[in-house]
C-alpha cells in the first residue's frame, strides 16, 4: 500500500521531456518533489507560475511565492510569473500536456467529483472546471477508498460533478487503473496489496486481464 507520497512517486513516472504539467491541490502538488533525472517538465500553476520547482527547505519558504493551493513553492532557473487571465488562457488553449488532479469520487466512465461535499466546508472548484475542459490527458492522484472505508471509484459518482468522461487514469494507494469504455481497467497493483484487496475496494466495474505486476517504485 502507498502512502501520499507514493502515489505522487508513482505519477511522476507518466511525466514525459518537454510536458506542461498542472498540478491540482493535495497529493498532486508532490509529484514536483520526484521528477524522474533526465526529464525536464514544466510545473504550471493557474494562480500565474509557469516553472514551479520542489517544496522549498523549511526556513527558506517565501511567503509571497505561493502555488493554487496556497503553499509556499521554489522556482526552477527560466521561471516566469504572470497573471491569472493569462494562465487560463494557456489551460483553455490547450497548452498543458497533463493536469495532475485530487478527487472525492471517480466514475467508471471517467467522471470527477472533486469540488463540494454537501453540507461541508470544501475550498471550491478553483480551476478544475477549465482543467477538466481543456486537459489533453487527467490523471487523478487519490486514496482508494474514503476514511470510512466506502470505495472512492464508483458506477457513478454521487457528488456534484467537476467534468464528465475526461479521466483517464487513476493512481491511488491500491492501485493504478485506466478508464476504459468497459469500466477501471486494473494495470499494476502497489506494494503488497492483492488483486482481491484492489476488488473488494473498487465499487465500479473492475476489469482484470493476465497477471497484474506490482508497481515499480
Not at 502507498?2 to 498540478?23: C, S
Not at 520547482?53 to 493551493?69: K, M, S
Request: aromatic residues 4%; proline residues 4%.
Amino acid at each position: 500500500m502507498l502512502n501520499k507520497q507514493g502515489i505522487a512517486k508513482r505519477i511522476a513516472q507518466e511525466l514525459q521531456n518537454g510536458w506542461y504539467v498542472n498540478l491540482g491541490i493535495g497529493i498532486p502538488t508532490l509529484v514536483a518533489n520526484f521528477v524522474p533525472e533526465g526529464i525536464e517538465v514544466e510545473f504550471q500553476s493557474e494562480n500565474g507560475i509557469l516553472g514551479m520547482g520542489q517544496f522549498p527547505i523549511e526556513g527558506e519558504e517565501d511567503a509571497d511565492l505561493i502555488n493554487a493551493g496556497k503553499q509556499t513553492v521554489t522556482l526552477k532557473p527560466g521561471a516566469v510569473l504572470f497573471d491569472s487571465a493569462t494562465s487560463f488562457a494557456m489551460i483553455r488553449g490547450q497548452h498543458v500536456q497533463l493536469t495532475v488532479l485530487g478527487a472525492m469520487e471517480v466514475s467508471q466512465t471517467g467522471d470527477i467529483a472533486n469540488w463540494k461535499v454537501p453540507g461541508k466546508m470544501v475550498k471550491g472548484m478553483g480551476g478544475a472546471m477549465d482543467l477538466v475542459a481543456s486537459a489533453q490527458n487527467i490523471i487523478v492522484a487519490m486514496m482508494h477508498t474514503s476514511k470510512s472505508g466506502e470505495s472512492k471509484l464508483l458506477k457513478e459518482c454521487a457528488l456534484p460533478l467537476t467534468g464528465v468522461g475526461c479521466v483517464k487514469r487513476i493512481v491511488t494507494d491500491l492501485a493504478v487503473l485506466d478508464v476504459t469504455t468497459k469500466g477501471f481497467k486494473l494495470i499494476e497493483r502497489a506494494p503488497g496489496v492483492s488483486v482481491a484487496e484492489i476488488v473488494s475496494a473498487t465499487a465500479g466495474n473492475l476489469i482484470i486481464e493476465g497477471e497484474i505486476p506490482e508497481m515499480n517504485i
